[in-house]
């Protein structure tokens, strides 16, 4: 079945440092990947969103590129600021069989400290 | 800016006992989805509904969950007699279409503690 693989946190950065969190999938198909973030105490919020190979998310300073080739969603920033503390989500929706529910990894929570 | 909302956020009951988690979805979206995050795994999907009828749900969704959309508005997930295992937060989405590019719009979640 669909999987979803990111890395396994926690991730602590200093204000201004580069983030990269790794994502990486299995499934059939062709599939949409989403980046959703979740703020201390709040629900899961999209961050963004890519829908075919070579599409490139990107909201707020954060990116992530779809590569078919690697099967990988990568989410980055060039500077992070501390108002970016909480916990990413890598997500796949598959078009390829007969629902649509969203397959999600661990989360990684990032730490930005001033 | 429209949001779906949960209540209530934190829920705490004996084990056996039966729990509703409510949820309001996006006013003019028509799909509805729980899903549950145990304590440091992933979060899983358990069931998505459209027009008053179940679309999909997951193993996880046995004989002891149930959905329904009592009105116009709520969303409700009913565990009819919750087990330990049970405990985790339960989110509920909405998205205005039934795509794979489509949004799922989630709420803040309620956490659900079996004793």
């Known amino acids: 079945g669909d999987s979803v693989t990111q890395m396994e946190g926690p991730v602590t950065l200093s204000e201004e440092a580069f983030l990269t969190i790794n994502c990486t999938y299995t499934?059939?198909?062709?599939?949409?990947l989403f980046w959703y973030v979740q703020y201390p105490g709040e629900g899961l919020q999209l961050l963004l969103k890519?829908?075919?190979?070579?599409d490139k998310g990107s909201n707020k300073g954060f990116e992530a590129t779809y590569r078919k080739e690697t099967t990988s969603f990568h989410l980055e920033k060039g500077s992070v600021q501390v108002s970016d503390s909480a916990v990413y989500f890598c997500?796949?929706?598959?078009?390829?069989?007969?629902?649509?529910?969203?397959?999600f990894g661990k989360g990684t929570l990032l730490t930005v400290n001033p | 800016e429209p949001e779906v909302t949960q209540t209530p956020s934190h829920q705490v009951t004996q084990m056996g006992q039966e729990v509703i988690l409510r949820c309001v979805p996006i006013?003019?979206?028509?799909?509805f989805y729980w899903y549950r995050q145990i304590l440091g795994q992933k979060v899983e999907f358990l069931v998505s509904?459209?027009?008053?009828?179940?679309?999909?749900k997951s193993e996880i969704f046995d004989d002891q969950f149930s959905v329904e959309r009592p009105d116009g508005s709520n969303f409700t997930l009913k565990i009819r007699s919750t087990k330990l295992e049970d405990s985790a937060m339960y989110f509920c989405?909405?998205?205005?279409?039934?795509?794979?590019?489509?949004?799922?719009?989630f709420g803040p979640g309620t956490r659900l503690t079996v004793l």
């Open positions: 509904f459209y027009n008053n009828e179940i679309s999909e």
């Open positions: 997500a796949l929706s598959n078009s390829g069989g007969s629902n649509y529910k969203l397959t």
């Open positions: 890519a829908t075919k190979a070579d």
């Open positions: 006013s003019n979206h028509l799909y």
């Open positions: 989405a909405s998205s205005y279409d039934f795509t794979s590019t489509d949004t799922q719009y």
């Open positions: 499934a059939t198909g062709y599939p949409s």
